[in-house]
């Protein structure tokens, strides 16, 4: 089972950088060519930064959890183009935005 919708609010599972406890955050995501973005404003978040120091992540969404690995964006386009696919016709759509894509592990 895989996840279909091209924009969900599913649970981000991290791990902490500090104190290596996970933690959850409820996100709103794009999936988006076989890969699962998140993004804020500014890498300030703790979500954001404990993703940074262990990319190691889970994905819970409809009673599933997936497995995968995270890296931030670099590509500018590609960040643009997730901002338009998560905020479709919203104004915020054209904000400037950090991501990160997960690679959800095979099954």
């Given at each position: 089972?895989?996840?279909?919708e091209?924009?969900f609010?599913p649970?981000?599972?991290?791990?902490?950088?500090?104190?290596?406890?996970?933690?959850?955050?409820?996100?709103?995501?794009?999936?988006?060519?076989?890969k699962?973005?998140?993004?804020?404003?500014?890498?300030?978040?703790?979500?954001?930064?404990?993703?940074?120091?262990?990319?190691?992540?889970k994905?819970?969404?409809?009673?599933?959890?997936?497995?995968?690995?995270?890296?931030?964006?670099?590509?500018?386009?590609?960040n643009?183009?997730?901002?338009?696919?998560?905020?479709?016709?919203?104004?915020?759509?054209?904000?400037?935005?950090v991501?990160?894509?997960?690679?959800?592990?095979?099954?």
């Open positions: 089972m895989e996840i279909q091209e924009r609010r649970i981000l599972i991290t791990k902490g950088r500090k104190t290596g406890n996970s933690h959850s955050v409820w996100l709103r995501a794009v999936n988006y060519n076989g699962i973005y998140f993004s804020r404003h500014r890498p300030d978040g703790d979500w954001f930064q404990n993703v940074i120091a262990n990319s190691e992540v994905i819970q969404y409809n009673n599933m959890e997936f497995t995968g690995n995270a890296s931030i964006v670099t590509d500018e386009e590609l643009k183009k997730i901002s338009q696919l998560k905020y479709p016709g919203e104004e915020r759509a054209n904000e400037k935005r991501a990160i894509e997960v690679t959800l592990d095979s099954k």
